[in-house]
């Protein structure tokens, strides 16, 4: 019988062997920056087109390649980082297994120009599909020029797997920051399709992390420092109280290589413990150093996690200093009295100018005058109300004079009626939770249980709501109905709002401008590093625009909708899941009938924005059977 195993010709080898090392056009970034780490540029430039679909280029100073080596780094395992097994075991170097650059020549069309500092001339060498195509020499500066593009020219089905362009770029930029948080001496600039997205000078570390993520970030951040015979750590937490909706600035770094670690992060989030809101999250950029033998690179095949020797001293070494920066740098506990809600203004009267009470004296009212007085001398205060001058003798105030005090005040019955619709503020501020046009009277009473249901008896039996997915719900509905029909009304704001964001975040606001601004929000600005906002929709206070739009922006991190509705959608998702009264508030009885009949007003009130039940009713039969034992 024939054999039937056959060795696999190179280039198909090395397109399967690329899918390991080449998932999207981001890898090809961090494949390519670290090969210009390695090549020890001090200036290294990415330049992107179509969020790296048509071209990935890296451009750096470093040492550049002989003839022959030009040649050869496109041959698997062909790698200059290390020569012997225990190599590994003292790396200085990003890359070491020789593989990138023969995985990304075998699935794109490459072209790298290189020359060392030595030579007179360089070399220009393509490369499409692992096969060379043509090489020359070449007049070059020092250093290489990698582009690769037609990323997965020849596996379609790999590039129709390719998500959105905003989503290709936010990994690169992803790639691109933490290749250049770990390198702060080196300059770094990226360009996507022809405009500059970073231009980072070298610097200490402090002056990178605020370059890449906006000027505001400087206050925020708290030092950490620590030396022990196992680890040296450095680098910057971020205060308690900019702490953040979602994960987005979180960064370890072991010998200046990007990590995660969810192990290390609960260290972290130990050191936080009670400092932070719910669901809020700190911004970190540490810098571990641990000598090369005491760790295990190979782990993963792109290299993201590693394995450590002594974790557990790691982690008890991590947390300690971080709880001893943030007592140091005195962030730690603040008492936190609850704030008295009745002391806020509610949001009608937010902005709006303070008017002069109704009641007037009217200037001309003088008890001790005469019944018919004489107009007197009368003084002008700034304020523009005016007093009269005394007069001359006591005389008992006519019936008459005594109502002219009260000038201004209606006198008919008209009063009555009308104090119907005088709303109390304490009022108000609850009323303006749920902002519903209020639907006729609620039948029943409600009443609310441990801060987290209201129940109520209806003909059948009785409803059990759980509050906080009722109101997500009620507020979806109309957070979409605002949008849907593009006429939401907006609060303008006193003064208006200076958010900050980094650059990333920038981008996905812009894109989902129309549809906030379709919510009620009023950009005055959208710049690179922060939005002026001028005014909000009218169910949301100031106080909560920053949690909403980051909320916001951790929901869409991974995926922003294509389409203008799913856009719309998860907006409105994003923004009720925000603003929806949570469990563990306290409702009073109009807020639980409004919330009620809010529920029942919306078009699909059985189920969340989330899918998940919003109430469930027991019937009296239900009741019986319980109590018939
Ligand atoms: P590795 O980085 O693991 O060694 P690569 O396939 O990424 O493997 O690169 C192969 C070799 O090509 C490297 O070891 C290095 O010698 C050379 N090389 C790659 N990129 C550059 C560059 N930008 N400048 C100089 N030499 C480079
Ligand atoms: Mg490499």
Redesign the pocket.
Known sequence: MSSIIQLLPDHVANQIAAGEVVQRPASVVK?LL???V??KANDIKLIIKDAGKSLVQVI?N????SVT?ARL?FERH????IRAAEDLFSLHT?????????SIAAIAHVEMK?KQEQDELGTHLAIEGGKFVSQDVAVLPKG?S?AVKNLFFNIPARRNFLKSDTVEHRHIVDEFQRVALAHPNIHFTMYHNGSEMFNLPASNLRQRIVNIFSGKTNEKLVPIQESTEIVGIQGFVSKPEFAKKNRGEQFFFVNDRFIKSGYLHHAIMAAYEGLLKDGCQPSYFIYLDVPPNTIDINIHPTKTEIKFDDEHALYAILRSAIKHSLGQFNVAPVLDFDRDSNLDTPYEYEGKEASMPLIQVDANFNPFGDPDPAPTKSYSSGSGSSYSGSGSSYRKPEPSNWESLYVGLKQDTETITDIQDIQFESEEVTGSLFNDKEIEEAIYKTYQIHKKYIVSPIKSGMVIIDQQRAHQRVLYEQFLANMTVNQASSQQLLFPLNLYFSSQEIILISELQLSLVNTGFVFEEVKEDHVVISGIPVNVTESEVSILLEQLLSDLQDEIPESSFSQNDTIAKSMAKSLAVKTGTYLTEREQENLVNGLFACKEPNVSPFHKPTFITMSVEDLDKKFAV
């Open positions: 494949e670290e090969n210009a390695d090549a750096d470093g040492v550049g390649m080596d780094c062909a790698t200059s980082k990003k890359g070491f297994r020789g593989e990138a650059l023969a290189t290489t990698f």
